[in-house]
């Protein structure tokens, strides 16, 4: 069964160092995904991608973050300069269609550790 | 106050029992997900409702949209449905996903 994956699965870095979030979404689906959990906090959306373009993002994507389809199969988030708040699981996600018309296929995640 | 709000926060139940989980909200939705998020943090999608009823084995989520609320079933609970639920709705406006803090369920044997 086709499924999201997402790599590294924990990532530990620096505070002020710049970290990439990598996801490959599901092969044939067009609508990608990032969300944040801070540990014992509710997820929260972060940015939605289609066409090669943020379709909605929230308060939190603030111009630390970009996200990226580099190469057709790739979806990536970075953060340019971490802090130590951005510590989190980041979740990404795809869906065929546009939600609320599909559901949503999630990665394992990413826990990020920022020192 | 929050967008999203479910109840109750923790449960604890024998295995074999009837459990619900309700979720509240309070904006314009296009559609409400529950969605299940194991201990080792993995989510996944049980339903999408925008009305009505759905059925999956020994799941049920059934929606008001009057009254915006919803309900996850679970019959004949097992150890193995241990998780954390979480409803999420689609927000109309923008169609961002608003979650819900989640309810922690434990069924003991």
């Known amino acids: 069964e086709p499924e999201v994956t997402q790599t590294p699965s924990h990532q530990v870095t620096q505070m002020g160092q710049e970290v990439i979030l990598r996801c490959v979404p599901i092969?044939?689906?067009?609508?990608f995904y990032w969300y944040r959990q801070i540990l014992g906090q509710k997820v929260e959306f972060l940015v939605s991608?289609?066409?090669?373009?943020?379709?909605?993002k929230s308060e939190i994507f603030d111009d630390q973050f970009s996200v990226e389809r580099p190469d057709g199969s790739n979806f990536t988030l970075k953060i340019r300069s971490t802090k130590l708040e951005d510590s989190a699981m980041y979740f990404c996600?795809?869906?065929?269609?546009?939600?609320?018309?599909?559901?949503?296929?999630f990665g394992p995640g990413t826990r990020l550790t920022v020192l | 106050k929050n967008e999203v709000e479910q109840s109750p926060q923790n449960l604890t139940a024998q295995e074999g029992e009837f459990i619900t989980i309700n979720c509240s909200y309070s904006?314009?939705?296009?559609?409400l997900h529950w969605l299940q998020q194991h201990p080792g943090g993995g989510i996944v999608s049980l339903f999408m409702?925008?009305?009505?009823?759905k059925k999956h084995g020994r799941l049920i989520a059934t929606i008001n949209i009057q009254e915006k609320h919803s309900s996850l079933h679970i019959t004949a609970s097992h150890p193995r449905d241990s998780a954390v639920y979480i409803c999420?709705?689609?927000?109309?406006?923008?169609?961002?996903?608003?979650w819900g803090a989640g309810t922690k369920l434990i069924i003991k044997p």
């Open positions: 409702l925008s009305s009505g009823k």
């Open positions: 999420a709705v689609v927000r109309d406006s923008n169609y961002q996903l608003i």
């Open positions: 904006v314009g939705i296009s559609a």
């Open positions: 996600a795809s869906s065929l269609r546009e939600i609320p018309y599909n559901e949503q296929f």
């Open positions: 991608f289609y066409n090669n373009e943020i379709s909605e």
């Open positions: 092969s044939n689906h067009l609508y």
